[in-house]
Structure formats: structure tokens, C-alpha cells
């Protein structure tokens, strides 16, 4: 698990946490912003540091989950350009951001 924050005058006002599968190929995404913090653009910053930090490695892709009705968070993410992908219940939306890989 790496969980990354952003501060604020030494106070966290966002977190995002990588929680990497076994085999290294996805990690799933949870990030939270206090809520003063809203709508300054913290909640963009977590998830451009998560996928700076996926980046390199290339091949590893990431994956967050959402409640169908939590606006905010999927708006976030189409907000960054995270394709959605289907899930198998109506009540959750996900969405999975890929590195961009070289040609080879
Ligand atoms: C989702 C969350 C992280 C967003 O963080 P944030 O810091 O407010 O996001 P940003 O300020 O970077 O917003 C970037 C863009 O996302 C969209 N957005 C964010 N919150 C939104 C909202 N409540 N309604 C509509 N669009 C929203 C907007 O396009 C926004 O750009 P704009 O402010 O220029 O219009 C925050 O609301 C939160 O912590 N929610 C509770 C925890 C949660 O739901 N986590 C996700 C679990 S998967």
C-alpha cells in the first residue's frame, strides 16, 4: 500500500492510497479531500501524483470504484480523462487509468 498526502501549512487536507495487486499489474485508488479543501483542485493533485507515480513503472494500471451517486468523485475522474469501464453492479461506477506505454 502507498498512501501519499497533500498538506496544507503542515495540516493534511487530501490522501490518496495505491493499493497494488498481487501480481503488479493494477493498483486500486481511494482518495479523500477535507472538506474546506473542495473545490481548490487537491483532489486533482492526488490523482495526477498517483499517476505520476504509475507512470514509470509502465505497466501497472489504475483502478477506482465509485458509488453510482457520488458526483464529486466521478466528475473527478472524467474531469482527469479515467475511461469508465463496466462493472457488474448498477449501484458502482469504476474507472481505469492506463500509463501511456511506448511503441515498440
Ligand atoms: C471527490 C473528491 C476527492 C474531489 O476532490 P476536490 O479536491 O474537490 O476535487 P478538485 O477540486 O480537484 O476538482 C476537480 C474537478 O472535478 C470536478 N468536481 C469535483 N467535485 C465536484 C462536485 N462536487 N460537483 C461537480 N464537479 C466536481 C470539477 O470538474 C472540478 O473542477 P472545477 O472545480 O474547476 O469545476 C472530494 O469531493 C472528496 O474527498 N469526496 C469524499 C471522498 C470520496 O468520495 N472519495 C472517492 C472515493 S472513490
Known amino acids: 500500500m502507498i498512501d501519499l498526502v497533500i498538506e496544507d ?8 492510497g495505491l493499493q497494488i495487486n498481487r501480481d503488479r499489474r493494477i493498483a486500486e485508488v ?12 487537491v483532489g486533482s493533485r492526488l490523482l495526477f501524483a498517483a ?9 501497472v494500471d489504475l483502478f477506482a470504484i465509485t458509488l453510482a451517486e457520488n458526483v464529486a468523485a466521478i466528475a473527478l ?13 448498477a449501484h ?13
Request: overall charge positive; proline content about 7%; charged content about 30%.
Open 30 to 41: 481511494g482518495f479523500w479531500v477535507t472538506q474546506a479543501a473542495r473545490r481548490t483542485g
Open 77 to 89: 475522474l472524467e474531469a482527469r480523462r479515467w475511461p469508465e469501464v463496466e462493472t457488474t453492479t
Open 9 to 16: 501549512d503542515g495540516v493534511v487536507v487530501g490522501e490518496v
Open 92 to 104: 458502482k461506477r469504476a474507472f481505469r487509468w492506463r500509463p501511456s506505454r511506448p511503441h515498440t
Open 51 to 59: 499517476e505520476s507515480l504509475a507512470s514509470p513503472v509502465g505497466d
